[in-house]
Every structure is written in structure tokens, then in C-alpha cells.
């Protein structure tokens, strides 16, 4: 059974005690993760062999991703993998911000999401590169107000975030205040400050053809691991590692774009979330 609503049935049992149809049922760590790369067209299906620690750059299926019992991998954690030291009957399901924190500001979201939107940057038009986007993440065809909610982003972002960093005050970077900065994080090669340029993008420059129009402010180098990019983890935060270990993961590098943007919020949604 499909989790469609049936006015006639929903009238008759609200509560789908009678199952008449099916309950929505959100993805659990591992299959959001692999739905994530299988989207992006980047899922390494081959089988067997040794487990990798869960970083971006590992593109297995994420139950070829290491355990540990001293200390379980973050994103696991995050999404109610249960602890390896005890047996567990089950897996709980929690809602927390973090989890959509993840979705909004994970560096493996959006590099996945960056990929995704190479994947459909050979379709004819904006229009074309939208339907094929909701046909890969969804498994559907977008209504026309979807369409034109796209559009209206893929028009103005460009110029939203040229008008944020113009506002801006200086960053004060390795050179002072006004000196050049390092990426649109924070990190990453030296750019030109945000204050500094008039270099201006043309909101209504969204092509027929070719190529989605990217608005990279610079090379991203954010985090590391999973949770890199994410408030509150990886290095420094409350769940970062003491002591000697192994070797950090090298940073994440991309080229963000607003075709990027625009991908990680459907891949954030519930909609994406949920097997319907």
C-alpha cells in the first residue's frame, strides 16, 4: 500500500487502526546516508571487503562504515544507531535540531548536492534540469508551482548573497581588518574581501542551455568527517576526540553554487526523509 490519503477511508479510521494504508516511515542512518550518494549517482555498490571510517570521500554502503565501541561514529549517533556496547532490542527514533542541522549545514549534503546538480546540468533548460532533479530525489514529476518556486530562487539568489556579502563588515583576517580573507567560510585559499569587489551578478542570467550557473564565492574547505561543516561537532566541539588517534580525514573541497543550494533543500525535506 501507498501512505496516499483516502478522505472516505481517513473519515471511517483516522488512526489507520484498520491499515488501509501505509504509516510514512522516516529513513534510518544508513539509508538516508546511501539515498544521499544513490541520488548524487556517487553509491559504490560493490560488496565485501574492509569497513573505512563514514567520511565524505568514503562512498561505500554505510554499513561498510567502522563501528567502534570507545567512541561511535557521530553521524551514527545522530541518527539513533545504538550503542555498541550493550544489546539492543531495537532502534529508538529521536527528533532533535541536530539532525536538521546536519541536512542544512553538513559538508556531505552539500557536496553530494553539488553532484546531483552536475548530474542534471546536461538537460535543456532550467525547467527540464528541475523536473530531473524531482524525478531522481522523489521518484515524481513537480507541480507547476514547484517549478516556478525553482525558478524564482535559481533567479535571485545570486544577487541575495552578492547584497549579504556587500554588507558585511570587514573580516578580521591574518592581514587585519580589511585584509583579504580565507574562502566563504573562513577557510580555504585567500579571496578578495566581500567589501572590496563590485563585481556584480545578473539575476536574470539563467541559460537555456548548458551548464547550471554557479555563484561560488570561492572553494568551500569546511570540517572533516560527516558532521564536518556542522555547528557544535567535529574538532573542538562536544563530541571531538582527546588524545591520540588516527589521522583526521582531509577537508571537504567544493565549488558551492545556488543550483547546490537549491538541491540540499529537497534533499532536506521530509519528503526525501520518508519512504512514502
Do not use: C
Amino acid at each position: 500500500l501507498s501512505t496516499e490519503l483516502d478522505q472516505t477511508n481517513f473519515a471511517k479510521d483516522s488512526g489507520n487502526r484498520l491499515y488501509w494504508r501505509a504509516d510514512r516511515k522516516r529513513l534510518d542512518a544508513e539509508q538516508l546516508r546511501d539515498a544521499v550518494l544513490a541520488v548524487a549517482g556517487n553509491l559504490d555498490t560493490s560488496m565485501g571487503g574492509p569497513s573505512a571510517d563514514l567520511s565524505p570521500a568514503m562512498t561505500r554502503r554505510t554499513v561498510y562504515g567502522k563501528v567502534s565501541r570507545y567512541k561511535l561514529d557521530e553521524y551514527l549517533q545522530l541518527f539513533d544507531f545504538p550503542s555498541p556496547n550493550i544489546s539492543a532490542e531495537r532502534r529508538f527514533t529521536t527528533t532533535v535540531p541536530q539532525q536538521r542541522l546536519f541536512l542544512m549545514n553538513s559538508d556531505f549534503v552539500q557536496v553530494e548536492s553539488e553532484e546531483l546538480a552536475k548530474r542534471v546540468a546536461s538537460e535543456p533548460d532550467n525547467r527540464a534540469r528541475v523536473r530531473k532533479i524531482y524525478q531522481l530525489a522523489f521518484n515524481r514529476e513537480p507541480s507547476e508551482s514547484e517549478i516556478k518556486i525553482a525558478l524564482d530562487y535559481l533567479h535571485s539568489e545570486p544577487m541575495r548573497e552578492y547584497e549579504e556579502n556587500k554588507n558585511k563588515p570587514p573580516e578580521r583576517g591574518p592581514q587585519g581588518p580589511g585584509g583579504r580573507r580565507r574562502g566563504p567560510m573562513g577557510n580555504g585559499p585567500p579571496t578578495a574581501d566581500a567589501t572590496t569587489t563590485d563585481a556584480k551578478p545578473d539575476p536574470s542570467a539563467i541559460p537555456a542551455g548548458g551548464d547550471p550557473p554557479t555563484d561560488a564565492v570561492g572553494e568551500g574547505a569546511m570540517g572533516m568527517g560527516m558532521m564536518g561543516g556542522v555547528p557544535g561537532f567535529g574538532f573542538g566541539g562536544p563530541g571531538a576526540r582527546r588524545g591520540p588517534g588516527p589521522a583526521a580525514p582531509p577537508p571537504v573541497k567544493y565549488e558551492p553554487s545556488a543550483w547546490g543550494r537549491y538541491v540540499k533543500v529537497l534533499l532536506s525535506s521530509s519528503e526525501f526523509m520518508f519512504i512514502n
